[in-house]
């Protein structure tokens, strides 16, 4: 194999039913000199002797390396030290490449040298009826607010990107990924990135494919975890990411503050209800922009939407009760 231009580091553990379409998405692409790292964390159901054997049998850009520890900044370190590639890509088994994704990264990079990372959209996908729930409110602004990887915008710099294209000297520069950080391991490094002075670039034109949880619970467990550990991204860098990041806790704060105060201070039982209505007309109208791409799915937009918002703030609250007592102890 020539020398790699871009390495691309896949973080992968129980991965059977979606590793090889992530796999061939790269393989089919655009461009040639690339490596694919999968770096394993002792899967259970083949996927590693899937990986091999496309390595051994079929394409010799992919190497299988393992993670004995199991956890996704491991994985990715692993991969980052073992990577051969000007670039250094990170990716999630559960996600399928345009065949222009390198391409695409590549031209932002070239076309922006400032940038210390290029990034593009992420597009959720489902075969499932509640799948395709989750999907439609991981796509629209009601669901997740401005983050423009989940729901487009113009290109430009932002605050985080999602699986990322970074240049090989920014890790040098600023170390691996926090391997203390068990989830919310990527929004650490892009906010220390950004905090130190360096721009991520989002492009429209870099697109993947992310498969949705298939369960509801899964998705509220992945929710809840993101906001759980979202306070210590902030407190490790000094500094808030983007204010959407707290508007679950908000949220979530005033439902319990509302709910209280109707009971105790009838004068609050209007405002209570007025601000539930509010949130409820604006999912109602995201629902509706929802229902072309993703048809009868969407009768659970609005719950499956709230459900979320109520994970992400408990467990944000969570994180920052579990803080303060860590700190007082």
């Not at 940038?115 to 997740?144: D, E, K, Q, Y």
Request: with cysteine.
């Amino acid at each position: 194999m020539s020398s790699p231009i871009v390495s691309i580091v896949i973080a992968c553990r129980n991965e059977a039913s979606y590793i090889e379409n992530c796999l061939r998405g790269f393989l089919r692409g655009s461009v040639r000199e690339i490596e694919l790292l999968v770096v394993d964390g002792d899967s259970e159901d083949g996927s590693a002797a899937l990986v091999e054997r496309i390595a051994t049998t079929e394409d010799s850009r992919v190497r299988l390396l393992h993670n004995p520890a199991r956890r996704t900044p491991m994985a990715f370190n692993a991969g980052i030290r073992a990577a051969r590639g000007q670039f250094i890509a990170i990716f999630g088994a559960h996600s399928v490449p345009a065949p222009n994704w390198v391409q695409a990264n590549l031209a932002v990079l070239a076309a922006h040298p400032e940038a210390a990372a290029a990034g593009g959209l992420l597009r959720t996908v489902s075969h499932t009826f509640i799948g395709n729930a989750i999907a439609a409110a991981l796509s629209s602004p009601f669901g997740v607010g401005n983050v423009r990887f989940r729901v487009g915008g113009p290109p430009g710099p932002v605050d985080t990107v999602v699986f990322g294209c970074y240049r090989r000297e920014v890790f040098a520069r600023h170390g691996l990924f926090d391997e203390s950080f068990l989830t919310n391991q990527d929004d650490e490094f892009n906010l220390r990135l950004v905090s130190r002075g360096e721009t991520l670039y989002f492009d429209p034109a870099i697109q993947l494919d992310y498969n949705a949880r298939p369960t509801w619970t899964k998705a509220l467990e992945q929710y809840w975890r993101y906001g759980r550990y979202k306070l210590n991204v902030f407190r490790r860098n000094g500094q808030i990411g983007s204010w959407r990041q707290l508007a679950p806790a908000a949220w979530t704060a005033f439902l319990l503050l509302g709910f209280l105060g109707a009971i105790f201070v009838p004068a609050l039982r209007l405002p209570a209800l007025l601000g539930v209505a509010a949130y409820v007309a604006a999912g109602l109208v995201a629902m509706v922009a929802k229902v072309p791409q993703y048809g009868a799915a969407c009768l659970l937009f609005l719950p499956v939407a709230a459900s979320i918002h109520l994970a992400y703030g408990i467990g944000t609250w969570q994180g920052l009760f579990e803080t303060g007592y860590a700190q007082r102890h």
